[in-house]
């Protein structure tokens, strides 16, 4: 069986969370994946379909070429998996499709701190082994708006858990779609290293992965 290639991005251009090498070394753990990772935004005007997903691991700012955002678009609208962990809602401000593609915008976050994510979809492989109301200690980041209009909401937060949301009672934090042909995942969560070795956190993270890169899209 020919196993799952992942390209994974981890450019900044803005603020660098130190959990990224964590970040990649889970990638390479969790399943049955071959990971390829590069912080070259030359590597993103090659053409990407050798990948069932890229994911962008907590890129922030301008990461992107011109032939590299039209490469990605082209992947995704042609059936290509896209996973965005963290801070990939801080990523291609000016670039529109990006906005489209993730589903919403970065605008805050409060103290790192306790909380709790609330399971909306109790089927999704991202969702399904978490339970009810899943403790967890994270950045609990704010959107600039809710994008449960456009996209499949799986987790959202509690904001009378912790301190500094400023969302009020709609507050998606993980949720998937589909973008013409492609698959998109992305979940708000991730902030510290020591969230890629927590084995729900894990899960979350593979089972979002799979699920956007398809079972059929192996590597070739």
């Given at each position: 069986m020919t196993a799952t290639r992942l390209l994974a991005y981890t450019?900044?251009?803005?603020?660098?969370?130190d959990s990224i090498p964590a970040a990649v070394r889970a990638l390479r753990t969790l399943g049955p994946f071959e990971v390829d990772t590069t912080e070259d935004?030359?590597?993103?005007?090659?053409?990407?379909?050798?990948y069932a997903a890229?994911?962008?691991?907590?890129t922030s700012g301008q990461v992107l070429t011109p032939p590299g955002r039209q490469r990605l678009?082209?992947?995704v609208e042609s059936g290509g998996g896209f996973v965005g962990v963290h801070a990939a809602a801080c990523t291609e401000?000016?670039?529109?499709?990006?906005?489209?593609?993730?589903?919403?915008?970065?605008?805050?976050?409060?103290?790192?701190?306790?909380?709790?994510?609330?399971?909306?979809?109790r089927d999704h492989p991202a969702t399904r082994h978490l339970p009810a109301v899943w403790r967890f200690t994270d950045e609990w980041y704010d959107f600039r708006s809710s994008p449960r209009s456009s996209v499949h909401v799986l987790l959202s937060a509690d904001e009378?858990?912790?301190?500094g949301g400023r969302m009020g009672d709609d507050h998606p934090l993980a949720w998937c779609h589909e973008k013409a042909a492609g698959r998109v995942f992305y979940t708000a969560l991730?902030?510290?290293a020591e969230a890629y070795a927590d084995p729900d956190f894990r899960a979350h993270l593979l089972g979002g992965i799979t699920w956007a890169a398809r079972p059929g899209r192996a590597g070739r």
């Open positions: 450019r900044t251009t803005a603020y660098r969370h935004p030359a590597a993103l005007e090659q053409p990407l379909d050798g890229v994911v962008f691991l907590s678009a082209a992947y401000e000016d670039w529109p499709y990006y906005g489209e593609l993730l589903g919403a915008r970065f605008a805050r976050h409060p103290a790192l701190q306790p909380g709790h994510a609330v399971t909306e979809d009378s858990s912790y301190e991730g902030h510290a």
